[in-house]
């Protein structure tokens, strides 16, 4: 039996298959003869020496010698033909290091560069957070002028270090307002203190004014020196807290007083819910207010001048109404004092208000959120002053 084939087209398709290997093919015929051999390495010493010795002795191969240098994989065909394919283990081994080495060297360059990035990475994070520590360092020695770069900086940093230099406009802001406090209570310290006369020695002169006024029958001179007394003594005990009905009676005093100036010029009432009595508000929270009418409102031309205060509840809310027929205050100006009324850190824009900035510093401070004062022009004329906890 034989057959034929076109060695030429078989070696292309060999060819083709091993171009990067050391693929070698042998076909071996049902009698165990060489018939067809191809390889890359047509000089490969042991192989080569092999076939022609085999080919010189009836051209029988014996595959456990070749197994020893190759790896062998054999195909049988339907006619007993059998196919095989080798490759050298040395080259497969050769191959093998090869593709290690590449791989490693590979390896290599990748962590290189990945190292090189996280180092550059890690060098400025470590630049931005020593920029803040330093920052923080020149804080802590007492210099709270200093402020982190913002643009220098990235990420969280960039959230921390405008944190920082917020915090620190938020202490200097707070630093100078205590300066300033502290300047106004020195200076009140010393107006109080170049003002200052013992209160035993004042009472006991107003006390034997007032007898000497009942002993000549002046009892209208007396109960005004009676009054007086108790404003003074009011005014200059301790207590920073007091009850809605105790403002009010010291307020009608005040009151009483100016009456028994301007006789005949001055009407006033008080009035007062009787559950709202017992309410703490701040010393002297109406009293500046109802000063304020009698100071700059009464109009001396005139005989009817009327201020009244009434405490009612409104809602849920306990509502102050100072009211008053006076000459009143320009439209624009309610307007301007209103918005300021509202802004807590208006301290230095109320100037010609004083005793109302005050009166709502204090107010606010006590009550809190719930809190609000309202100036507006009434139908009389006068001004009419709202306040609301």
Not at 92 to 107: E, R, T
Not at 274 to 280: A, H, N, P, Q
Not at 325 to 338: D, L, P
């Amino acid at each position: 039996m034989s057959i034929v084939f076109n060695d030429k087209e078989l070696e292309r398709i060999l060819n083709n298959d091993k171009e990067k290997t050391s693929l070698q093919v042998a076909i071996i015929s049902d009698t165990k003869k060489l018939v067809y051999y191809q390889g890359r390495y047509r000089q490969d010493a042991m192989l080569q020496k092999k076939d022609r010795s085999n080919l010189e002795e009836s051209s029988i191969i014996s595959l456990k010698e070749l197994e020893k240098q190759y790896y062998i994989k054999s195909v049988h065909t339907s006619n007993d033909f059998e196919v095989l394919a080798f490759i050298s283990k040395k080259e497969v081994y050769k191959q093998s290091m090869q593709s290690l080495f590449f791989f490693l060297f590979s390896s290599a360059i990748l962590d290189g560069i990945l190292l090189f990035g996280l180092r550059k990475t890690f060098k400025r994070y470590v630049i931005q957070v020593e920029d803040i520590l330093k920052g923080t360092n020149q804080v802590s020695t007492g210099n709270m002028e200093v402020r982190i770069k913002e643009n220098t900086k990235q990420g969280e940093l960039k959230d921390i270090s405008h944190s920082i230099n917020q915090m620190l406009d938020s202490i200097n802001r707070n630093i100078e307002d205590i300066y300033n406090l502290e300047i106004k209570q020195k200076d009140a310290n010393m107006r109080a203190l170049q003002s200052q006369i013992d209160p035993h020695f004042l009472y006991n002169t107003l006390e034997y004014i007032r007898m000497y006024a009942v002993s000549e029958g002046a009892d209208e001179l007396s109960n005004v020196v009676y009054v007086f007394g108790s404003l003074l003594r009011n005014s200059i005990t301790h207590e920073k807290v007091v009850t809605i009905r105790h403002e009010l009676e010291f307020c009608e005093k005040y009151a009483y007083l100016y009456q028994m100036r301007y006789r005949d010029r001055i009407a006033y009432g008080f009035q007062i819910d009787k559950e709202l009595g017992d309410i703490s508000i701040p010393k002297f929270s109406i009293q500046p207010l109802v000063e304020n009418f009698f100071m700059h409102g009464i109009d001396h031309t005139r005989k009817n001048n009327t201020i009244s205060v009434k405490v009612a509840k409104q809602d849920q809310h306990t509502c102050i109404i100072i009211k008053d027929n006076g000459t009143g205050v320009a439209k624009e100006k309610i307007e301007n004092i209103n918005k300021l009324l509202k802004t807590p850190s208006s301290e230095n824009k109320l100037e010609s208000s004083i005793g109302i900035h005050n009166v709502n510093a204090r107010l606010r401070s006590f009550f809190g959120e719930t809190y609000s004062m309202t100036l507006k022009t009434n139908q009389l004329g006068g001004l009419t002053i709202e306040i609301l906890f």
